[in-house]
């Protein structure tokens, strides 16, 4: 079991950068692949990016790809996503979450995530 909780939200303008943390509680951090979802106001809540358990393996949103990158750091329980070139659009409440399906195809969807954090806000300015 994991507990993640997010940091590094923040207000930033357009063509900026921002890297939020997840860091998770718990001896079991390497046993989840983990992701980053973001709700946008009045929207649902979308699939980001996703990293398997030993950071090998990568999958992004084509709306972040060129912009964004997913890390871990198992060593200190902690997952990154580095944030560049933020556009207004990216204005959105940025939560992780830890699966334990290994399935890649599974990654995108919230369903198959067990554990979620409350979520940081990010809001880009234009």
């Known amino acids: 079991q994991v507990q993640p909780v997010e940091t590094g939200g923040g207000l930033v303008q357009a063509g900026g950068s921002l890297r939020l943390s997840c860091a998770a509680s718990?001896?079991?951090?390497?046993?989840?692949?983990m992701g980053w979802f973001r709700q946008p106001p009045g929207k649902e809540r979308e699939f980001v990016a996703a990293?398997?358990?030993?950071?090998?393996?990568?999958v992004s949103a084509d709306s972040v790809k060129d912009r964004f990158t997913i890390s871990r750091d198992n060593a200190k329980n902690t997952m990154y996503l580095q944030m560049n070139s933020l556009k207004p659009e990216d204005t959105a409440n940025y939560y992780c979450a830890a699966t334990s399906n290994l399935d890649r195809a599974n990654w995108r969807i919230p369903h198959f995530y067990e554990y979620w954090g409350r979520g940081t806000q990010v809001t880009v300015s234009s």
């Open positions: 718990g001896r079991t951090f390497g046993n989840y692949c």
């Open positions: 990293i398997s358990r030993g950071g090998a393996a990568t």
